[in-house]
Nanobody, 124 residues
């Protein structure tokens, strides 16, 4: 069956960095665009970043643009999220998901398979 497993979360001070990974199995990974979402306590899940199947096209939420970088390694069936200059408002559970289209959109309803998520906590 399809599995997406996130890792790399943790506790970091404001201004620090983390690198999240999402390992996929049970799918032909290179055929899927991928996205990262996050959900803070008491808030709705929000789009963070997306990448097309080849890695040639990326898009970001305005709140993370210039600080976060999404990338992928199709040989390893893995998508990454490099997060720099972290802020307390970046705190949340970060999840990866497969996108059913070509260029990943911002609406979670357009994503099919989801991982369980990894917790990121940024202290001030």
């Amino acid at each position: 069956q399809v599995q997406l497993v996130e890792s790399g979360g943790g506790l970091v001070q404001a201004g620090g960095s983390l690198r999240l990974s999402c390992a996929a199995s049970g799918i032909t990974f290179s055929m899927y665009a991928m996205g990262w979402f996050r959900q803070a306590p008491g808030k709705e899940r929000e789009f963070v970043a997306g990448i097309n199947w080849s890695g040639s096209t990326t898009n970001y939420a305005a709140s993370v643009k210039g600080r976060f970088t999404i990338s992928r390694d199709n040989a390893k069936n893995t998508v990454y999220l490099q997060m720099d200059s972290l802020k307390p408002e970046d705190t949340g559970v970060y999840s990866c998901a497969t996108y059913r289209g070509v260029v990943p959109g911002t609406q979670s309803g357009s994503y099919d398979y989801w991982g369980q998520g990894t917790q990121v906590t940024v202290s001030s």
